[in-house]
């Protein structure tokens, strides 16, 4: 069974960092491109970051470059995002999705087809 869940949210000030973490089971990761998403209330779902399979290429939304860092290993079934100088903005809950593909990720939420449960950010002081 393909399983996706997050870890590592919570309350954060202003100006401050968390690394979320998304472990993984029940499928091959090294065949997926892996997505971080989150939604904020009454908003759409953003994607935020996605790194392709191997790792090699990933990319940020604008409002999110300079302070996500997105990364996996593979080896430990495991993706990464690092998120600094966190804004309340920021504040969401994210969610990371699987796609089955090489060499290509997208942030577009409609191309994912498996999703964790998510974990919520709370960026206040």
């Known amino acids: 069974q393909l399983q996706l869940v997050e870890s590592g949210g919570g309350l954060v000030q202003p100006g401050g960092s968390l690394r979320l973490s998304c472990a993984t089971s029940?499928?091959?990761?090294?065949?997926?491109?892996i997505g971080w998403f989150r939604q904020a209330p009454g908003k759409e779902r953003e994607g935020v970051s996605c790194i392709t399979s191997s790792g090699g290429r990933s990319k940020y939304a604008d409002s999110v470059k300079g302070r996500f860092t997105i990364s996996r290993d593979n080896a430990k079934n495991m993706v990464y995002l690092q998120m600094d100088s966190l804004e309340p903005e920021d504040t969401a809950i994210y969610y990371c999705?699987?796609?089955?593909?090489?060499?290509?990720?997208?942030?577009?939420?409609?191309?994912?087809?498996?999703w964790g449960q998510g974990t919520q950010v709370t960026v206040s002081s």
């Open positions: 999705a699987a796609d089955n593909i090489l060499g290509y990720c997208s942030t577009s939420w409609a191309e994912y087809d498996y």
């Open positions: 029940g499928f091959t990761l090294n065949y997926y491109g």
